[in-house]
């Protein structure tokens, strides 16, 4: 089936430093979503992105954190500076129109914040 | 706001056991849910979804019935196999202001199956 790829599957970093995970999704998917699972609890959905902009974000989704797509590659998360309750596994989805009701998840990447 | 509560983080049995993982929810719009299951160092994949109230919707031997009146949408399956070890999530698809759906998730459950 349709597969969401994200690199690295994890990364190691120091407070402070900048990171950017990126995210391959389905080829002719053009909804793309960021969702944010800490150690023991809940996915939570952070940001989607359609068409160069962001529709709608949560509260999680923080002024250090932005995304794009430049030139339809890589669908980015940067965390710029990070801190250190940014630790999680972060999920990347894609949907091919507004109103699926199904995202496709990748692996996920694991980001460690010393 | 909305929500989905997973009551098991961890449910352990014998394979040819059946299972039942519980998943209820909250929300003031009209739900559409979802089962995800993610094995290993896998993506979450779709197992089951459904809006219809009352309606039971199987697929590989999984099941479940969306029942508006209890908020509930149980994951049923009535022999278990090994393979079926995996973390199990429930989602409620919620529209938001923008049109855009997001799904809020239950913190998941580990379903462990041994010989």
């Known amino acids: 089936g349709p597969k969401v790829l994200q690199i690295p599957s994890h990364q190691i970093i120091d407070m402070g430093q900048m990171v950017t995970l990126n995210c391959d999704p389905v080829?002719?998917?053009?909804?793309f979503y960021w969702y944010k699972q800490i150690l023991g609890q809940q996915m939570e959905f952070l940001v989607n992105f359609y068409n160069g902009k962001v529709m709608e974000k949560s509260k999680l989704f923080k002024d250090q954190f932005s995304v794009e797509r430049p030139d339809g590659s890589y669908f980015t998360l940067k965390i710029q500076p990070t801190a250190l309750e940014d630790s999680a596994v972060y999920f990347c989805?894609?949907?091919?129109?507004?109103?699926?009701?199904?995202?496709?998840f990748g692996p996920g990447t694991r980001l460690t914040v010393l | 706001g909305d929500s989905v509560t997973q009551t098991e983080g961890l449910v352990t049995l014998t394979k040819g056991l059946p299972v039942m993982l519980n998943c209820t929810y909250q929300t003031t719009y009209s739900p559409f849910l979802f089962w995800y299951v993610q094995h290993l160092n896998e993506a979450p994949k779709l197992l089951l979804k459904?809006?219809?109230?009352?309606k039971r919707t199987e697929h590989q031997g999984f099941y479940a019935t969306l029942h508006k009146s209890s908020s509930s949408f149980h994951l049923q399956k009535s022999s278990v196999q090994l393979s079926d070890s995996a973390l199990y999530f429930c989602?409620?698809?919620?529209?938001?202001?923008?049109?855009?759906?997001?799904?809020?998730f239950g913190k998941g459950t580990v379903l462990l199956v041994s010989p």
């Open positions: 080829s002719n998917h053009l909804y």
């Open positions: 989805a894609s949907s091919d129109w507004a109103r699926s009701y199904e995202q496709y």
């Open positions: 459904s809006s219809t109230d009352n």
């Open positions: 989602a409620l698809s919620v529209q938001l202001n923008s049109g855009y759906n997001k799904l809020t």
